[in-house]
């Protein structure tokens, strides 16, 4: 006998359907980290008439590119939707998740697999601060460069996507931090996205990520025990 499955569409439709307490996300001011990351929660349903400023969204994404990435090559690109057509271009492209034409902004997190390209304009600034000598910085570039630079494209891929992930988290922690809610989304077509927005060959989709008021809290949080997922020392 086949075990009952559903469609991408389905699958996504019906979590944004999940029952919630039905109450506004908790709306933070100047919360601590914990509290920040306790509730922060995927919100689905927005208030479609907040638009969110260019000043609050620099401001998150300013907090976001403040996180770790591999050998400080930041790979990670922003593409910020905020005009309603192209958001409705994205929504059938997004299995119709509605929060992409509700939320005030879908931020796409792209990750450059060519991003060690940057790494003489990143360690010349280590430079003019005095933290590095010239010489130091032609060796450490030339070495990035060869060694991100030969990496096959699986692993090239891994490294952008590894970094691509956590400024996603701590993008979403800002936004919580400043008031505001996200939804991050892997349910997207890839090709259909970098094809009807342009996306650049060595822009690699990490998430499409939903900004803005949220309008219902996300639905109750649901964690393994921690126990059961963790390990002291070795497996
Ligand atoms: C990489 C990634 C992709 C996700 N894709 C979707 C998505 O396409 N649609 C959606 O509604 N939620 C999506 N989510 C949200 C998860 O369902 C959610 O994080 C999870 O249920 C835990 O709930 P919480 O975020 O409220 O703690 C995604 C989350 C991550 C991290």
Redesign the pocket.
């Known amino acids: 006998m086949t075990k009952k499955t559903m469609s991408t569409e389905d699958y ?1 439709t019906k ?2 359907e999940m029952k919630t307490s039905g109450e506004k996300p908790t709306k933070l001011t100047d919360a601590d980290f914990f509290t920040v990351a306790r509730e922060r ?2 919100v ?1 349903q927005y208030n479609p008439d907040f638009i969110i400023s260019d000043e609050d969204i620099r401001e998150i994404l300013e907090i976001a590119i403040q996180a770790p990435s591999s050998s400080n090559i930041q790979p990670w690109r922003f593409c910020v939707i905020k005009d309603q057509k192209a958001k409705e271009e994205l929504l059938p492209i997004a299995n119709n ?1 509605k929060q992409i034409v509700t939320a005030s902004v879908v931020i796409a997190v792209l990750a450059d697999i060519e991003g060690y390209k940057k790494a003489d304009e990143i360690y010349g600034k280590l430079v003019s601060k005095g933290i590095m000598t010239e010489e130091i910085k032609e060796t450490y570039v030339n070495t990035i460069v060869s060694h991100y630079g030969n990496l096959d494209s699986e692993n090239a891929i891994k490294v952008a996507m590894t970094d691509g992930g956590l400024v996603s988290m701590q993008l979403m922690l800002a936004a919580k931090a400043k008031g505001f809610d996200t ?5 997207f077509d890839e090709n259909k996205f970098v094809e009807a927005f342009n996306v650049p060959k060595n822009l690699k989709p990490v ?1 499409l990520i939903s900004l803005g008021e949220g309008a219902v809290a ?1 639905f109750e ?1 649901v964690r393994l025990p921690l126990d059961s997922i963790l390990t002291w020392n070795k497996f």
Request: positive net charge; hydrophobic residues 40%; proline residues 0%.
């Open positions: 996504l979590v944004s929660r995927s689905r998740q939804v991050a989304m892997g349910g998430m996300g949080k």
